[in-house]
C-alpha cells in the first residue's frame, strides 16, 4: 500500500548534476554590474577576469606558484587542452570510473592514437591505486559525476613522481578538499558545485606542468584554441584574464557572485560542509532501507556531491523502466528535476548534493522517494 503523500516539499526541487541549481536566493538582479556589450579586452573585461581567477585561487587554496586560467568550453575544453598539450612526452596511465573517465581514454587512444595503459573500474567502484605507476602521466576524474564515487583523498599518489596527474575534478572543486602538491592539472567548470553558467572552464598548472608545456612540442598539430605556449613559453596572458576567445562577460560576473558568495559563507571549509550534510541526509535516510542503496560499493569512495543510488527490492522487474518511473514520478509531483541517473548509469536516482543544495531541500525529497518507490511497485503489481 502507497504510503500517504508527504506533507512537506522541497524549496527547491532542482537536483540535477550539471548545471546545477544557482545559489541560494539567486536572481538575475545580482548580475545588474556585467560590462554588457564591452569587449573583454577592455579595461572592466580584464579586472572582471582577473578578479575570478584571483577569488578561485584564495577560495580553493591554490598554491601561488600554480597558475589559474579561463578557458573555452567548459571541462571539456579544459581537459582536452590539457591532453593534447601535455600527452606524449611519457608513457600515459588512464585511469576510469565512469563515462566522462572513459571519454578521456578515447580521446587518448583512439584520437592521439598513444599507447597508454588502461584501467577502468566497473560503476560504483574506483581503480585501485596502488597499481598505477606514476612514473606514468595519469590521467582520471577526482568525483564520478555519473558513478557517484570518488577518490577519498591523494595519499597514493606519490610526491616524488617522475610523470604529470591530470585531474578532472569538475563536480569534486568547490566541494571537496584537493591535495594540491598531488595534482599536476585540475581542470573544472563553474556550472557545477557552484551553480554557475555553462561554457567556461577552468585550467589550474602546476610548476611541473609549465615546466612540461615549455620543454615538450606535441607530434600532433593543435589547433588554436588548445594553445598554451607560443616561441615555446607559456602564455601568460591567459592566466591574468586574457583568454583565448571570448568569454561571457554575463557568465563572468555570474561566477564572481557565486564566489563572492561562497566567500561570505566562510569559503572552502564551509562549502565542503555543506555538501557533506547534504549527502549525509540521503545516507541517513536509506541506512535502514533495504529497497534502496548508494550505488557505491565503498562508503568511503562515496561522492558527496553527485550521489548516486540503486534500487534493491527484488520485485522489481525491470530496472531501467522502474527507476525511469521513479524519477518521472518525482518530477511529475515537482519535487525533483532531472533526478535520474545518467544515460550510460545503472538504473537508478542521481541527487546532486553539492554546496548550493540546502540540507533541508534534500531531507523533504526523501520521503517523497519513498512515496514514488511504492506507488511504483504498486503500479506495477497491478499490471503484472
Request: hydrophobic fraction near 45%.
Amino acid at each position: 500500500m502507497v504510503t500517504t503523500t508527504p506533507a512537506a516539499r522541497p524549496a527547491n526541487p532542482r537536483f540535477s548534476s550539471g548545471p546545477c541549481t544557482k545559489i541560494p536566493g539567486f536572481s538575475l538582479d545580482m548580475l545588474a554590474d556585467a560590462p554588457l556589450g564591452r569587449s573583454h579586452r577592455a579595461a572592466i573585461g580584464k579586472a572582471k577576469l582577473k578578479e575570478a581567477i584571483n577569488l578561485t585561487r584564495e577560495i580553493l587554496g591554490v598554491p601561488a606558484s600554480y597558475r589559474v586560467g579561463i578557458v573555452p568550453a567548459s571541462d571539456t575544453g579544459a581537459v582536452e587542452m590539457a591532453l593534447w598539450s601535455l600527452l606524449g612526452d611519457r608513457p600515459a596511465e588512464m585511469l576510469a570510473w565512469e563515462s566522462f573517465g572513459e571519454g578521456w581514454v578515447t580521446d587518448v587512444v583512439k584520437q592521439l592514437k598513444l599507447d597508454a595503459k588502461v584501467q577502468i573500474a566497473a560503476y560504483g567502484e574506483i581503480v585501485d591505486f596502488a597499481t598505477v605507476d606514476f612514473d606514468r602521466d595519469v590521467v582520471f576524474t577526482w568525483n564520478g559525476t555519473t558513478s557517484g564515487v570518488r577518490l577519498p583523498n591523494g595519499d597514493a599518489i606519490p610526491a616524488d613522481r617522475k610523470g604529470l596527474t591530470i585531474c578532472d575534478a569538475t563536480s569534486a572543486a568547490f566541494a571537496m578538499e584537493l591535495p594540491w602538491d598531488k595534482l599536476d592539472v585540475v581542470t573544472f567548470s563553474w556550472q557545477k558545485v557552484l551553480g554557475g553558467e555553462g561554457a567556461h572552464g577552468v585550467l589550474i598548472l602546476s610548476p611541473r606542468a609549465v615546466e612540461r608545456l615549455e620543454s615538450y612540442v606535441p607530434a600532433w598539430p593543435l589547433p588554436k584554441i588548445f594553445r598554451l605556449t607560443s616561441k615555446g613559453k607559456l602564455i601568460e596572458g591567459i592566466f591574468e584574464g586574457e583568454t583565448i576567445n571570448t568569454p561571457s562577460m554575463l557568465c563572468v560576473e555570474d561566477y564572481l557572485v557565486a564566489l563572492k558568495w561562497a566567500e561570505g559563507l566562510g569559503g572552502l571549509k564551509a562549502l565542503v560542509a555543506r555538501a557533506e550534510a547534504n549527502a549525509k541526509a540521503i545516507a541517513d535516510f536509506i541506512a535502514d532501507k533495504d529497497w534502496i542503496a548508494n550505488l557505491a560499493a565503498d562508503p568511503a569512495t562515496a561522492s558527496t556531491t553527485s550521489v548516486c543510488l540503486k534500487f534493491t527490492d527484488p520485485r522489481i522487474k525491470d530496472g531501467a523502466s522502474f527507476a525511469k518511473a521513479v524519477a518521472k514520478r518525482l518530477e511529475t509531483q515537482g519535487v525533483a528535476l532531472d533526478a535520474g541517473s545518467y544515460r550510460d548509469a545503472p538504473p537508478g536516482l542521481r541527487i546532486w548534493c553539492g554546496s548550493t543544495v540546502e540540507t533541508a531541500d534534500v531531507a523533504a525529497l526523501m520521503p517523497w522517494i519513498e512515496w514514488a518507490f511504492e506507488a511504483e511497485i504498486e503500479a506495477q503489481a497491478k499490471a503484472a
